[in-house]
């Protein structure tokens, strides 16, 4: 199994409070990725990194920033909680961006998000 | 229209039967497919890339049909561990974009 350890891996928390997901990876992949996955809409990309200090925004980024300060880190932050952002968040890695078949995408075990 | 779509299923056959799905996609410049496998609460594995000659591994089978824009998943001899759900990924040189899964039950 891929190095990836995310925490915490189940938070209940209130409307309007900020909180942050971390993601830590041992495999020194360059590539690091934030998905959140909700019945009937898949997994949908949040943000992602292509280095440190280097990051993008994805599908459904607003309400949320990351940072990337070190390889191994990956962080996500939602600035003020929402009831529509309760959901599994799953961090990836991926070696480089490059689309040959062995390029693949392993995945974190997930953070489990509840705003109440 | 989704740029990768999948029946959602369930899927619920008998242990010992073959299953396939199938999972299209609206790119045609995608470049590279993947099937997943995620287990109830529990993240997405890789189970196998899909090779443009198709490629087999055990009871498993991908197929690439580029013309049609699909690829396909074939599961011979099914057990009761392969119920889960399964993920197509699609990538193209700008994004990689997951299926929302096929259920799949086996029963006994």
């Known amino acids: 199994d891929a190095g990836i350890t995310q925490s915490p891996r189940h938070k209940v928390t209130e409307t309007g409070t900020p909180v942050t997901l971390r993601c830590h990876q041992t495999?020194?992949?360059?590539?690091m990725y934030w998905y959140r996955q909700d019945p009937g809409h898949g997994l949908r990309l949040i943000h992602y990194?292509?280095?440190?200090?280097?990051?993008d925004k994805g599908e459904v980024s607003d309400g949320y920033s990351v940072s990337r300060s070190k390889t191994e880190d990956f962080l996500l932050t939602l600035e003020s909680a929402t009831s529509s952002q309760t959901s599994v968040y799953f961090c990836?890695?991926?070696?480089?961006?490059?689309?040959?078949?062995?390029?693949?995408?392993?995945f974190g075990e997930g953070s489990w998000l509840t705003v109440v | 229209r989704k740029e990768v779509e999948q029946d959602p299923g369930p899927f619920n056959v008998p242990e010992g039967a073959t299953v396939a799905f199938n999972c299209t996609y609206s790119?045609?410049?995608?470049?590279?497919f993947f099937w997943y496998r995620q287990d109830c609460r529990k993240e997405p594995k890789l189970l196998m890339s899909?090779?443009?000659s198709g490629n087999e591994d055990g009871r498993f089978t991908a197929q690439l049909n580029r013309a049609s824009q699909y690829i396909s998943l074939l599961i011979r001899d099914s057990k009761l561990s392969d119920s889960a759900t399964y993920l197509c990924?699609?990538?193209?040189?700008?994004?990689?974009?997951f299926g929302s899964g096929t259920r799949l039950s086996i029963r006994p």
């Open positions: 495999e020194n992949h360059r590539y």
């Open positions: 990924v699609v990538k193209s040189a700008s994004k990689i974009i």
């Open positions: 899909v090779y443009s």
């Open positions: 990836a890695i991926s070696e480089s961006d490059r689309t040959y078949s062995g390029n693949t995408i392993y």
């Open positions: 790119n045609s410049a995608s470049q590279s």
């Open positions: 990194s292509y280095g440190v200090k280097d990051t």
